[in-house]
T-cell receptor, first 113, second 110 residues
Framework: KAGVTQTPRYLIKTRGQQVTLSCSPI?????VSWYQQTPGQGLQFLFE???????NKGNFPGRFSGRQFSNSRSEMNVSTLELGDSALYLC????????????FGDGTRLSIL | GESVGLHLPTLSVQEGDNSIINCAYS??????FIWYKQESGKGPQFIID???NMDKRQGQRVTVLLNKTVKHLSLQIAATQPGDSAVYFC?????????WGAGTKLIIKP
């Protein structure tokens, strides 16, 4: 069974631009969560999607948004990029809403210049 | 606010020795605790979990201990191998959300 797939693996953007990251969950998993990881920090929860609806949300500004499609694939969008948005963005999937354990992809490394 | 933290940011262990990684948590209502391992360039990988109604759980070469009295969680790795080099995260769960600690880097000395 294929794991969680995130694309692209690396991305370089400039301030003010927007970016869309993609996540394909494990087949059969219906919940997708997104996390931001910065150097020296733990994982900061962004949001969780289940059945195409955002069910839980972390403490991030509205520039961070996401969506989930009927096949459970998810995208995350960040608008008006700031230097502080440079981070590793991780996607995790689980069978159900709030399900544990979550299975993580290898992330998208976003660098803002 | 509630938080999960780690006592040591870096732990160096001789290959073959046992490793103990510690974690403190503050939310006494947390009912689920997880350990993840993150190798360089990869996403976190699930190691083992434990529910609050247990105080010990064993896996393959790993044991998690939960002490609810002092709100302490530990991960023990037996016979540490070079492949165990990684950052280890503990996380506590309640209300379907996880709160993550900052991580401990485990270094294996040959």
């Amino acid at each position: 069974k294929a794991g969680v797939t995130q694309t692209p693996r690396y991305l370089i953007k400039t301030r003010g631009q927007q970016v869309t990251l993609s996540c394909s969950p494990i087949s059969g998993h219906r919940s997708v969560s997104w996390y931001q990881q910065t150097p020296g920090q733990g994982l900061q929860f962004l949001f969780e999607y289940f059945s195409e609806t955002q069910r839980n949300k972390g403490n991030f500004p509205g520039r961070f948004s996401g969506r989930q499609f009927s096949n459970s694939r998810s995208e995350m969008n960040v608008s008006t990029l700031e230097l502080g948005d440079s981070a590793l963005y991780l996607c995790a999937s689980s069978l159900d809403l709030g399900g544990q354990p979550q299975h993580f992809g290898d992330g998208t490394r976003l660098s803002i210049l | 606010g509630e938080s999960v933290g780690l006592h040591l940011p870096t732990l160096s262990v001789q290959e073959g020795d046992n490793s103990i990684i510690n974690c403190a948590y503050s939310n006494s209502a947390s009912d689920y605790f997880i350990w993840y391992k993150q190798e360089s360039g990869k996403g976190p990988q699930f190691i083992i979990d434990i529910r609050s109604n247990m105080d010990k759980r064993q896996g393959q070469r790993v044991t998690v201990l939960l002490n609810k009295t002092v709100k302490h969680l530990s991960l023990q790795i037996a016979a540490t191998q070079p492949g165990d080099s990684a950052v280890y995260f503990c996380a506590e769960g309640s209300n379907y959300q996880l709160i993550w600690g900052a991580g401990t880097k485990l270094i294996i000395k040959p």
